[in-house]
């Protein structure tokens, strides 16, 4: 079974803190995701990875920064927490191929808050 | 850009069927997905139409028409562990984004 891993299921940071969110997958995916998740909004991608050291932005990346040093591990940065970045972050990964694309496998999310 | 839309909210009785409907507009499209999320769980992935047609597995079948920009989800045999978010995704322009729907809340009722 593939196994997504997120660092926190819970964290509460202040404003202005810079927080690290890691994700770890065992399946040596190629393509790693981070998604904030918020009511009504469904999920909307900040960052995506196709392979180590490179990185695309999604449809959000204002106010975050990634990291993908090796091929299992993606890390979400809040350089300076805000409180309109209190969400829930998923990390997901998937293989290449055009099946492959289309199925992601997600972690358990971490719920951020930041006071 | 891309933008889908499904309703956010369907209610169905035990044992019934239920379609989910998604409706898309984008350039460029590579297939589309569905989720179910179970409250306060991770998106679980259940099915992907690459072309036109059925693809189905078990209770769960999908369907999609590229004329039309439209799928669905359809729910056979509805059991109370179906009560989830389900989610529509779409991937288009580059290779690996997808785009995720709002997500519609099924409801299952005795």
């Keep these: ?115 | 850009g891309q933008s889908l839309e499904q309703p956010s909210e369907v209610t169905a009785v035990e044992g019934a069927i239920v379609q989910i409907n998604c409706t898309y507009q984008t350039s460029g499209f590579y297939g589309l997905s569905w989720y179910q999320q179970h409250d306060g769980g991770a998106p679980t992935f259940l099915s992907y139409n690459g072309l036109d047609g059925l693809e189905e597995t078990g209770r769960f079948s999908s369907f999609l028409s590229r004329s039309d920009s439209y799928g669905y989800l359809l729910l056979q045999e509805l059991q109370m562990k179906d009560s989830a978010s389900y989610f529509c995704a779409i991937r288009s322009g580059g290779y690996q984004k997808v785009t995720f729907g709002t997500g519609t809340k099924l409801q299952v009722i005795p």
């Design chain 1, 1 to 115: 079974d593939v196994k997504v891993t997120q660092s926190s299921r819970y964290l509460v940071k202040r404003t202005g803190e810079k927080v690290f969110l890691e994700c770890v997958q065992d399946m040596d995916h190629e393509n790693m995701f981070w998604y904030r998740q918020d009511p009504g909004l469904g999920l909307r991608l900040i960052y995506f990875s196709y392979d180590v050291k490179m990185k695309e932005k999604g449809d959000i990346p204002e106010g975050y920064s990634v990291s993908r040093e090796k091929k299992e591990r993606f890390s979400l940065i809040l350089e300076s927490a805000s409180t309109n970045q209190t969400s829930m972050y998923l990390c997901a990964s998937s293989l290449s191929g055009s099946k492959g694309y289309n199925e992601q496998f997600f972690g358990p999310g971490t719920r951020l808050t930041v006071l």
